[in-house]
T-cell receptor, first 113, second 118 residues
């Protein structure tokens, strides 16, 4: 079946602009995760959605970052007033409780000029 | 908090040889999962192998196998008969498991860049 998809594949924006990154999880997966991969910080957790439970936002680096998940499926990660340090690859993963495994999308490479 | 350490930033091996990538972790939890993910230049994170902490038997997936030493908190990956397509970054990752609630985030090591030499 289809894997996790993310869009756009690449995004270039100017400092101070807002950006939205989209993730479509594998159908039927109740868990959805966002991670950030940057040169200086490696892979770091951002936010986790599990079914209808309140999301775990403990990894969001600042209040400029937010995410939502509509209808228990598609998720959007929004970064407001982007800064150059936000440049990174943003990875989305989904999983199910039964499988205890996370499957990743291809990521969105964000470049803030 | 959990930590994952990969002490080999880079490794290289001749095609068809065997290579072992090291990973250690630190946790006070008893119920968890360990993973190896592969990230080729395409940047797609691909699951290589998974190990449940409650299982003593080491996981195996074709040419990939692990040596899981729970007491030592060690989780190494062995790649047998290495192929050019194995060239990639390899990340070791830890995930805590909470029964009846679900799973938590993955905590990653810093990765090992593996190059297979023709």
């Amino acid at each position: 079946g289809a894997g996790v998809s993310q869009s756009p594949s690449n995004k270039v924006t100017e400092k101070g602009k807002d950006v939205e990154l989209r993730c479509d999880p594998i159908s039927g997966h109740t868990a959805l995760y966002w991670y950030r991969q940057s040169l200086g910080q490696g892979l770091e957790f951002l936010i986790y959605f599990q079914g209808n439970s309140a999301p775990d936002k403990s990894g969001l680096p600042s209040d400029r970052f937010s995410a939502e998940r509509t209808g228990g499926s598609v998720s959007t990660l929004t970064i407001q007033r982007t800064q150059q340090e936000d440049s990174a690859v943003y990875l989305c993963a989904s999983g199910s409780l039964a499988m205890n495994t996370q499957y990743f999308g291809p990521g969105t490479r964000l470049t803030v000029l | 908090a959990q930590t994952v350490t990969q002490s080999q930033p880079e490794m290289s091996v001749q095609e068809a040889e065997t290579v072992t990538l090291s990973c250690t972790y630190d946790t006070s939890e008893n119920n968890y999962y360990l993973f190896w993910y592969k990230q080729p230049p395409s940047r797609q994170m691909i699951l290589v192998i998974r190990q449940e902490a409650y299982k003593q038997q080491n996981a195996t997936e074709n040419r990939f196998s692990v040596n899981f030493q729970k007491a030592a908190k060690s989780f190494s990956l062995k790649i047998s008969d290495s192929q050019l397509g194995d060239t990639a970054m390899y990340f070791c990752a830890f995930m805590n498991h909470i029964s009846n609630f679900g799973n938590e985030k993955l905590t990653f090591g810093t990765g090992t860049r593996l190059t297979i030499i023709p």
